[in-house]
């Protein structure tokens, strides 16, 4: 077998039989100040609370985005719900009423009356998937609350008072007015 470190220097003279008994004695004292696997369990502790830790914060952080995703779900299928529930039936519209989404142009086919209210700002369009539905203003208002970019339309009456020097206040346009 080979011989200890400590053998091995004393051999070859670079460490005396004094020495060597002295770094040996340093050594005991050392271990029996220090109890056994002290440091080892402080450290061991210390990181299994470090990862406890950021497992928690992990876990509260995919929670509330759980949590989002739910809500977002929820508020869809109320907006669903008010739509199916206060959509106006347009089924003789003769009428097409263009309109923008998205920087497209699109159509609905209307009657006289969707028409005059549509212009009036006493019904709104809204988005429901591929589909535009008819709603009154205050179930525009409602699905506006939850999610505005689904409210394709809403006119606003103009309450503005004609100027005071415009030669045309007499004559109002008619809002039914065809070009």
């Keep these: 077998m080979s011989k200890s470190l400590q053998e091995q220097l004393m051999g070859a003279g670079l460490v005396d039989q004094k020495k060597a008994k002295a770094i040996s004695k340093e050594k005991r004292k050392k271990a029996k100040q220090t109890p056994k696997g002290h440091q080892q369990e402080d450290e061991i502790k210390a990181a299994a609370k470090?990862?406890?830790?950021?497992?928690?914060?992990?876990?509260?952080?995919?929670?509330?985005?759980?949590?989002?995703?739910?809500?977002?779900?929820?508020?869809q299928a109320q907006i669903r719900q008010l739509i199916k529930q206060n959509a106006i039936a347009r089924k003789d519209g003769e009428i097409a009423y263009?309109?923008?989404?998205?920087?497209?142009?699109?159509?609905?086919?209307?009657n006289e009356t969707l028409q005059g209210q549509l212009a009036r700002g006493q019904i709104a369009i809204v988005a429901e998937g591929e589909r535009y539905e008819l709603v009154p203003k205050p179930v525009a208002d409602k699905i506006a609350q939850r999610d505005a970019a689904r409210v394709v339309l809403q006119n606003e009456r103009s309450t503005d008072l004609a100027e005071e020097d415009d030669p045309y206040a007499d004559y109002q346009i008619p809002d039914d007015l065809m070009w």
């Excluded at 995919?62 to 779900?73: F, I, L, T």
């Excluded at 989404?101 to 699109?106: D, P, R």
């Design 98 to 110: 263009s309109f923008t989404h998205e920087k497209k142009v699109k159509k609905l086919y209307v």
């Design 50 to 75: 470090q990862k406890l830790a950021e497992k928690a914060e992990r876990d509260r952080a995919m929670n509330q985005e759980r949590q989002k995703a739910v809500e977002a779900k929820e508020i």
